[in-house]
């Protein structure tokens, strides 16, 4: 899709505007403030009797997903109509959101109320797509003007979202898990993924046929190779 995106005839600034917007977006009010505020809830409850090593992965994820949101907002700075206003936070939650990914955040809530930890390991393993985005970004670089600047951007994120997916993973091997939270796992990953293409081609305007849209969502895409290098 992302790849579509680049080279789409109808790939505009205001497309790449729209785009980025969005992503800034996710990146603040999906991203940095849910562990921003669990990382309060869980200091407040837990106080001195939670471990150091948890309160540091905690506080690094939010650091690292508000240093990309000010990652993406430096793009979108650059492509601001003029007499724009910077983005800010407040501002952001006004213009930032839309429809599909509302659908997607609704689910995910969904599946943590309905299946507690195991709907929130599932968020968890669909967290950045399997960071798509910002590896396809990457491989812009070369390309010069805005593409280069979003590669050189992307690289970053790419190791940061990577990560973030992976502790999705980590433990499942060792985990408690009895075949029907297996199941219930496997179909709320999937049910995820699926609008997460939706959500994706609505946040680039597009760019994909319906026809291809419903191939990949019905799960007819040629799927990416796994990165076992890179995991160990």
């Not at 849910?34 to 407040?44: D, K, S, V």
């Amino acid at each position: 899709m992302f790849r579509t995106y680049w080279d789409w005839a109808g790939r505009s600034a205001d497309t790449d505007r729209q785009w980025v917007l969005h992503q800034c977006y996710k990146e603040y009010w999906d991203g940095y403030a849910p562990h921003a505020r669990r990382l309060a809830t869980r200091w407040a409850e837990a106080g001195s009797t939670w471990a150091v090593h948890e309160a540091h992965e905690a506080l690094e994820v939010a650091r690292e997903e508000l240093l990309h949101y000010q990652a993406f907002a430096g793009i979108y700075d650059r492509l601001r109509r003029p007499g724009e206003a910077p983005l800010d936070p407040v501002r952001l939650r006004e213009i930032g959101n839309w429809a599909e990914n509302e659908d997607l955040r609704a689910l995910r809530a969904s599946h943590r109320e309905e299946h507690g930890a195991v709907g929130l390991r599932a968020q968890w393993f669909t967290e950045g797509g399997y960071a798509t985005l910002y590896r396809e970004g990457a491989a812009l670089a070369g390309r010069g003007g805005l593409d280069d600047a979003i590669a050189a951007m992307c690289g970053p994120v790419y190791e940061d979202e990577l990560d973030h997916m992976l502790s999705g993973i980590a433990g499942l091997a060792e985990s408690d898990l009895d075949p029907a939270d297996w199941d219930r796992l496997i179909a709320m990953t999937t049910a995820q993924c699926r609008l997460r293409i939706r959500m994706r081609d609505a946040q680039f305007g597009h760019p994909v046929s319906s026809a291809r849209l419903d191939a990949l969502v019905a799960g007819k895409g040629e799927p990416m190779p796994f990165d076992w290098a890179r995991v160990a």
